[in-house]
């Protein structure tokens, strides 16, 4: 069945710092692919998406672009915030059903 | 402006006591997930629906259940909830069964006691 996975965390970086978050996956046909992030505490907030390949998603200085050929959608950011400090979830949205499939989620820690 | 609201955030019950909690959504979207999330790990799927047709999970307990009285609102009852049904509870809405965004509430995080 489809599948997610995501490079382990927690993942610490002091401020400023350049942020990769690793995911691929795995799934018949081409799924659209989403980041979500999850503060202490909250539910889950959309990020960014993509739903074709070489599609780029951006919001809020993240970027992530859909690699059909490595099957993967990693998550950059240029110069991270201690306020980005949060759980990221990689996710597909199945073609068989359109239900969200997550990765096991990446917990950051930014320091001042 | 919430879109998907869950009621109440924070609910303790006591083993073994039915337990319900509520969603609502302003989106108009077809289709509610429940999501339920153990600390440190993805949320896990256990029912949703399209519109009033309801569709649960394999794996999903029996002692899980829902209800759908209309397209705004959606609960979740827990018939005899364990210490194992610790958890945070998500509800998420979307458009379709596509390949569409999931919106989510913040959350009811359960504890039992």
């Known amino acids: 069945g489809d599948s997610v996975t995501q490079m382990e965390g927690p993942v610490t970086l002091s401020e400023e710092a350049f942020l990769t978050i690793n995911c691929t996956y795995t799934a018949t046909g081409y799924p659209s692919l989403f980041w979500y992030v999850q503060y202490p505490g909250e539910g889950l907030q959309l990020l960014l998406k993509a739903t074709k390949a070489d599609d780029k998603g951006s919001n809020k200085g993240f970027e992530a672009t859909y690699r059909k050929e490595t099957t993967s959608f990693h998550l950059e950011k240029g110069s991270v915030q201690v306020s980005d400090s949060a759980v990221y979830f990689c996710?597909?949205?199945?073609?068989?059903?359109?239900?969200?499939?997550f990765g096991q989620g990446t917990e950051l820690s930014v320091k001042p | 402006d919430a879109m998907v609201i869950q009621n109440p955030r924070y609910q303790v019950t006591q083993f073994g006591k039915p337990v319900t909690l509520s969603c609502s959504q302003t989106l108009n979207h077809n289709v509610m997930y429940w999501y339920q999330q153990k600390s440190s790990q993805a949320p896990k799927l256990l029912f949703h629906y399209y519109d009033k047709d309801f569709n649960n999970e394999a794996d999903t307990p029996d002692n899980f259940q829902s209800r759908r009285p209309n397209t705004s609102f959606c609960f979740l009852d827990i018939r005899s909830p364990g210490l194992g049904d610790a958890a945070m509870y998500l509800c998420?809405?979307?458009?379709?069964?596509?390949?569409?965004?999931?919106?989510f509430g913040q959350g009811t995080r359960l504890t039992v006691v």
């Open positions: 996710a597909l949205s199945s073609t068989q059903g359109g239900k969200l499939i």
């Open positions: 998420a809405t979307s458009r379709g069964r596509g390949q569409t965004e999931a919106f």
